[in-house]
């Protein structure tokens, strides 16, 4: 296995076993590991505190809206880097800091509802496509890795299907934006885990013009079931 966390299967169930513990040598290891093994740009973000028998993001905000999975400085993108050297030298200076990724340099992420994601997600195993890794995230959102340059032609691919992109809650994260990584938590929620891990055989990502018609189709299946059971 290239990376230590569990795949999700495609029903989305996972058990507390499998979530990751957030200690500080699998975030180095593994951040390390991004760095090598598929020469993506890291860069350390906030962490999770013990105040008062509870955990709270080490920025201190009660309000934080991703506890322990943000940022740490503004100039974050000019901090995130590919080099293990440096990669090593980040945490051993906070070992607990989550595992962030920038967009836009080596990977952008199509953004989708976990239900719409794993019924796309299905679908697409069973056509045999080429796809790239798939996080599922602790707030109910799978991420799709697909080639960088690919968030700007989300919403015009998106209209020429017959659809709007935010209306069906489909996204896209490009340049100046990040994911978190595999094994980062998220306050009390959960970590963020796998769907489709890296390996090897999807080193090579998928342009998004593959990708966007099952994504589109049941995002859109998605949003009218959800607008069927309102009263």
């Known amino acids: 296995m290239l990376f230590v966390d569990k795949t999700i299967g495609v029903t989305g169930v996972t058990d507390a076993a499998q979530i990751p513990k957030q200690r500080g ?16 740009d890291v ?15 080490s920025c201190a905000r009660s309000d934080c809206p991703s ?20 990669v090593r030298r980040l945490w051993s200076k906070q070992p607990r800091a989550s595992i962030l990724l920038p967009t836009g340099r080596t990977f952008d992420a199509l953004d989708v509802p976990e239900s719409a994601g794993f ?3 299905a679908r697409m195993e069973r056509m045999e496509m080429t796809l790239g890794p798939v996080t599922c995230t602790p707030d109910r ?3 799709f890795f697909v080639l960088p340059g690919g968030s700007l032609k ?37 970590a963020v885990q796998w769907a489709r891990r ?13 990708l966007i018609s099952p994504l589109a189709y049941a995002c859109g299946r998605d949003a ?8």
């Open 67 to 86: 506890p322990g999975a943000h940022p740490t400085r503004p100039d974050w993108a000019a901090q995130a880097t590919g080099s293990a050297v440096a």
């Open 154 to 190: 989300v919403d015009d691919l998106v209209r020429k299907l017959g659809w709007s992109a935010p209306a069906i809650d489909l996204s896209a994260l490009g340049e100046a934006r990040y994911v978190a990584a595999p094994p980062t938590r998220v306050g009390g929620f959960g």
């Open 119 to 121: 019924l796309a997600l």
């Open 43 to 57: 860069f350390p973000g906030t962490w999770l505190e013990a105040v008062g028998g509870r955990e709270r993001c």
């Open 224 to 231: 009218a079931a959800a607008r069927g059971l309102r009263p």
């Open 198 to 210: 890296p390996t090897p055989a999807n080193r090579w990502l998928p342009d998004v013009e593959e």
């Open 25 to 40: 040598d699998l975030l180095l290891e593994t951040a390390v590991r991004y760095a090598e093994e598929r020469h993506w």
């Open 141 to 143: 959102r799978m991420l």
